[in-house]
């Protein structure tokens, strides 16, 4: 069974440009998380997704963010336009399940803002 | 608002000692809580997972405890090796699904 994966792997972009990240979660799953760490800080919670709908938006930063996920099968994080403060790791999770289940994390999305 | 704090922040043991990394947070309305490992540059393991009803858990060399009440877990590891070396980070659910997680602690084992 093929684990959580994001795209790209990393990613350098300039200040004001914009940015897409993608995650495709572990097939079947319908909860999908966004976490980021951003630098020395712990991993925090951006949003969650219940099949194709937001269930809880509350940790994205601000109205740069825009996460869809169209059909319920993989999420994309847009920023725009991108800033400093949002270098980190971006990481996605999913879980078949709510409540009690294990959240698989994939890889991670380096992001660099220059 | 939950705050999960863990301790040490870093840790160095040769090869073969038994460690303990602990974890703590401060409410103890929790649903469950689970310990991860992340290698440098790679994303998170999921380690254990422990039910709120739940007192410990075990796979392998490891082993989780859960003390909710006093809002305590131990991720307790037998016969380290230096594959051992890792962050290890624990994060608890609440309500809400969303983790919250500790700043990890730095694991290395030497030979």
């Known amino acids: 069974e093929a684990g959580v994966t994001q795209f790209p792997s990393h990613s350098v972009i300039e200040k004001g440009q914009t940015v897409t990240l993608r995650c495709d979660p572990i097939?079947?799953?319908?909860?999908l998380y966004w976490y980021r760490r951003v630098m020395g800080k712990e991993i925090k919670f951006l949003l969650h997704?219940?099949?194709?709908?937001?269930?809880?938006e509350s940790g994205m930063p601000n109205n740069r963010f825009l996460a869809e996920r169209t059909g319920g099968t993989y999420s994309t994080l847009k920023v725009q336009p991108a800033e400093l403060e949002d270098s980190g790791v971006y990481f996605c999770?999913?879980?078949?399940?709510?409540?009690?289940?294990?959240?698989?994390f994939g890889p991670g999305t380096r992001l660099l803002v220059l | 608002k939950q705050e999960v704090t863990q301790i040490p922040a870093a840790l160095s043991v040769p090869e073969g000692e038994n460690l303990v990394l602990n974890c703590s947070f401060t409410?103890?309305?929790?649903?469950?809580l689970q310990w991860f490992r992340q290698d440098p540059g790679k994303g998170l393991t999921s380690l254990l997972l422990?039910?709120?009803?739940?007192r410990e858990q075990t796979s392998g060399r490891l082993n989780a405890s859960l003390d909710k009440s006093s809002g305590r877990s131990t991720l307790y590891i037998a016969a380290s090796q230096p594959g051992d070396s890792a962050t290890y980070l624990c994060?608890?659910?609440?309500?809400?699904?969303?983790?919250?997680f500790g700043t990890g602690t730095r694991l290395q084992v030497f030979p």
């Open positions: 422990i039910q709120s009803s739940q």
């Open positions: 097939s079947g799953h319908d909860n």
């Open positions: 999770a999913s879980s078949q399940n709510r409540g009690q289940e294990t959240q698989y």
């Open positions: 994060a608890v659910r609440e309500g809400t699904d969303k983790l919250i």
């Open positions: 997704f219940v099949k194709e709908s937001k269930q809880d």
């Open positions: 409410d103890s309305a929790i649903y469950n």
